[in-house]
């Protein structure tokens, strides 16, 4: 079992930054691919970025491309995502998930979740 708790978010203006955390507790939190997912409301969850165990390996959904930033520190058990350039279509309930194998963009893939927290983006 992996418990996973988000926090970092908030209210913010167009191109102001956040930087999000992702505290993991339970088992071995290297052993874990991590992702960052976002829902709009009334929208499905999508996904964000994802990174390997090794903090080296990541992947971005295009319209985050350059602006976002996953990476994680296996010492304390936590994953980031610094959001750069924030855009009004940013704005979403941001979930962090865990899996034991391979970095996906597949929520299906994903094991753990925590329970989201939420970034609004005004313009």
């Known amino acids: 079992q992996v418990k996973l708790e988000e926090s970092g978010g908030g209210l913010v203006q167009t191109g102001d930054s956040l930087r999000l955390s992702c505290a993991a507790s339970g088992r071995t939190f290297s052993n874990y691919a991590m992702g960052w997912f976002r829902q709009a409301p009334g929208k499905e969850r999508l996904f964000v970025a994802t990174i390997k165990w090794n903090g080296v390996d990541t992947d971005y959904t295009d319209s985050v491309k350059g602006r976002f930033t996953i990476s994680r520190d296996n010492a304390k058990n936590t994953v980031y995502l610094q959001m750069d350039s924030l855009k009004p279509e940013d704005t979403a309930d941001y979930y962090c998930?865990?899996?034991?194998?391979?970095?996906?963009?597949?929520?299906?893939?994903?094991?753990?979740w925590g329970q989201g927290t939420q970034v609004t983006v005004s313009s």
């Open positions: 998930a865990a899996t034991p194998g391979a970095p996906s963009r597949l929520r299906s893939q994903y094991r753990y």
